[in-house]
């Protein structure tokens, strides 16, 4: 066989890392820093792979595996959450764990960059099953976790129950109750109001201020929302609160429009019973495929990686994109975007929310005094507007886009750090 045609037969795995990494050398060409030093920072610190033995409901035991990744621990511990999904890798949790070291950065927030990860599929595992997964799991990072060194928090699939279990694991084996080991807790056990939220609420503000910027009247403005999980289903809600209309909403398991605006509020309500958007009453079904090319003016991605790429980004028809998800744009994706206009606000701007607040109930749990939800809210407004801004700024100086210019702003200040630290040697 010719060796290109065997070659076009073969599909070689998208690399979610390769792409960080790709989106960290455009931008650190622009700077004029030490190469060595861009490499010292650029790769992560410490890659971790445990293998998990569980025991099953019906008395059998399953191994699964594991991942945490400190990328970078130079403005502070490392800050990230843990995803339990089948299509986990290492390569996925480096990728994720870099871009926690740059959403840091880009809020400006004292935290490095982590993330952890297990191969596993909640949907089919019992409560109890996860339960032990999550103990076991925290319990083979031990030594690695700690509100000085590494803080977990919620990702795709993990939630409040999750945290409280990794809490409680840390605080049993360190023989005293450690609340600031993990964020994203349940309130009565330490975690921040707003908290929950606060991604969702992150990405609105950007886009609302991305509106401004573009003189977009937000009565007047349609939307389309990939994913309903916790990013997707308080974006949405939030936006349609600030007159947006939600027109095209979808899940893993199918989308629904409506052209008069989907009524969000009752969503949320028919998705806590029959856990689908599909058979909403207020709404038609639709293609999901087609979701991401939907005629709206705003389109927010809060599902998982790699969505929108070199091939399908022409497609895209909306003015704005908030990347609600980690990394749904590859970079092949942007410069595409950029030609067409499209305003693409980056996910480590747009989704810095809940992290954000992650550092408040940190802060909250080490002084052990705890504030309101519009304390909370009020901060996070003001650090979301102030970061939309510095690095809207950026960009029209620079001519470049929004995700160059973040990444810019935030390789900028941990190579500052790096810089005032010095590197032990
Ligand atoms: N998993 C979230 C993210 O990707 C939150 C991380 C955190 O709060 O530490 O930003």
């Known amino acids: 066989m010719p060796r290109e045609k065997h070659l076009k037969s073969i599909t070689i795995p998208v690399s979610t890392y390769e792409h960080a990494m790709k989106q960290f050398d455009q931008a650190a060409s622009r700077l004029h820093v030490d190469k060595g030093l861009l490499e010292f920072i650029k790769h992560p610190r410490r890659s971790t792979i445990v293998k998990l033995p569980v025991q099953m409901d019906d008395g059998t035991w399953q191994m699964f595996t594991g991942f945490r990744v400190q990328h ?12 339990y999904h089948p299509n986990v890798s290492l390569d996925e949790v480096q990728a994720l764990a870099a871009w926690m070291t740059w959403k840091c950065a880009v809020v400006n927030i004292p935290f490095g960059g982590g993330k952890g990860g297990v191969i596993c599929d909640p949907s089919k595992m019992s409560e109890g099953e996860l339960e ?29 129950k999750t945290m409280a279990w990794i809490m409680d694991t840390y605080s049993m084996n360190a023989r005293h109750t450690v609340t ?6 349940p309130i009565v056990l330490g975690g921040s109001r707003g908290r929950r939220e606060a991604t969702g609420r992150g990405v609105v503000i950007t886009v609302r201020e991305a509106m401004k910027h573009m003189n977009i009247d937000p009565t007047q403005a349609t939307a389309a929302v990939q994913g309903f999980g916790n990013v997707g289903s308080v974006s949405a809600q939030l936006l349609h609160k600030l007159g947006v209309k939600i027109t095209h909403v979808c899940d893993v398991f199918g989308a ?10 009752e969503l949320i309500k028919f998705v806590a019973q029959t856990k689908k958007v599909i058979g909403f009453p ?11 090319f939907a005629d709206v003016d705003i389109l927010i991605p809060a599902a998982l990686e790699n969505q929108i790429d070199g091939k399908n980004a022409a497609k895209v028809k909306a003015r704005i994109l908030a990347e609600g998800a980690n990394g749904p744009v590859t970079p092949e994706a942007d410069p595409i975007l950029a030609k067409n206009e499209v305003f693409v606000i980056p996910d480590i701007i747009c989704n810095a929310g809940g992290v954000t607040v992650s550092y408040f109930e940190w802060v909250q ?27 809207l700024k950026v960009a029209l100086e620079n ?3 929004l995700r160059l210019a973040a990444f810019m702003v935030a390789i900028q200040r941990v190579v500052e750090v790096v810089q005032l630290r010095g590197i032990y040697a």
């Open 132 to 160: 032990r997964l999550t103990r076991r799991y925290t319990a083979s990072f031990f030594d690695v976790f700690g509100p000085e060194s590494d803080i977990p928090a919620p990702d795709v699939n993990t939630n409040e």
């Open 399 to 401: 001519k470049v886009h």
């Open 282 to 292: 207020g709404a038609k079904p639709f293609d999901s495929k087609k979701i991401l």
């Open 180 to 185: 600031s080991v993990v964020t994203g807790k």
């Open 256 to 265: 629904i429009y409506n052209p008069r605006g989907i009524d969000i509020d």
């Open 365 to 391: 749990d080490r002084m052990g005094y705890f504030w309101t939800e519009d304390e909370v809210n009020a901060r996070l407004e003001r650090i979301m507007t102030e970061a939309f801004w510095d690095v």
């Open 72 to 83: 970078s621990n130079v403005r502070g511990p490392a800050k990230g959450g843990i995803r």
